[in-house]
Every structure is written in structure tokens, then in C-alpha cells.
Nanobody
Framework: QVQLVESGGGLVQAGGSLTLSCVAS????????MGWFRQAPGKEREFVAV???????DYADSVKGRFTISRDNAKNTVNLQMNSLKSEDTAVYYC????????????????????WGQGTQVTVSS
């Protein structure tokens, strides 16, 4: 498994932008599909975006067109660029890793991801 550390959260006004970063430990980062999930108070953890080993992407409908996930295997990093932020984007955002034999597979299910970061708070003020 890999260890994950997120950064980049904070307070932003509605309509603003933030970029979250997640750095993974170890030398096998390229063998993992990487995902971002979020959890708002009183709600279940929900899927935000995922990127496969070959940089194929999938997004939740609620963020499609506003968020962009990317990865840099040389730096063991996955980023989430968030634009046009809304108050409903307020949550703790978690980076997650899913070991994958396949180059192309992704998942929206938190249970499929075996490694998680500690989370970073994103607060969008209206």
C-alpha cells in the first residue's frame, strides 16, 4: 500500500478556485488508480473524480466541467483543480489509491480503494 498526504485545502469564496494535491509514498505509484472523494458534515463519503493508470478520467456529475483531476507519475502526485466553486462543494476532501493490474480501470466505490489520506478541508463561502 501507499501512504497519501493531501494539501491545498482552505477557505474560498463562491466562484473561486483551489487546487488540491496528494503526494504518495513508495515507488509503485504508477500501479494505482487514484481518486478524490469528499465528505460533508452529516453526509456519506461521495465520489468526486478518479484517474486511471493511463490517465483516463471519470467525474461525478456534480463537478463535471468544473473540476479536473491529473497525475504526475514522476512526482508521485495527483491533483484536483477545482474551479467555479459552490457552497455545496464544502467538505473534507480525501485522496485515495486503488491498486490496479489493469491500466484502464477506474472506480467510483470508496470500498475499492485500499489507501486513504487524512483529508483536507475545503470551505466555500457564499
Amino acid at each position: 500500500q501507499v501512504q497519501l498526504v493531501e494539501s491545498g485545502g482552505g477557505l474560498v469564496q463562491a466562484g473561486g478556485s483551489l487546487t488540491l494535491s496528494c503526494v504518495a509514498s513508495g515507488r509503485t505509484f504508477s500501479r494505482y488508480a487514484m481518486g478524490w472523494f469528499r465528505q460533508a458534515p452529516g453526509k456519506e463519503r461521495e465520489f468526486v473524480a478518479v484517474i486511471s493508470r493511463t490517465a483516463g478520467t471519470d467525474y461525478a456529475d456534480s463537478v463535471k466541467g468544473r473540476f479536473t483531476i491529473s497525475r504526475d507519475n514522476a512526482k508521485n502526485t495527483v491533483n484536483l483543480q477545482m474551479n467555479s466553486l459552490k457552497s455545496e462543494d464544502t467538505a473534507v476532501y480525501y485522496c485515495a489509491a486503488k491498486f490496479s493490474i489493469s491500466l484502464y480501470v477506474t472506480s467510483r466505490r470508496p470500498a475499492d480503494f485500499g489507501s486513504w489520506g487524512q483529508g483536507t478541508q475545503v470551505t466555500v463561502s457564499s
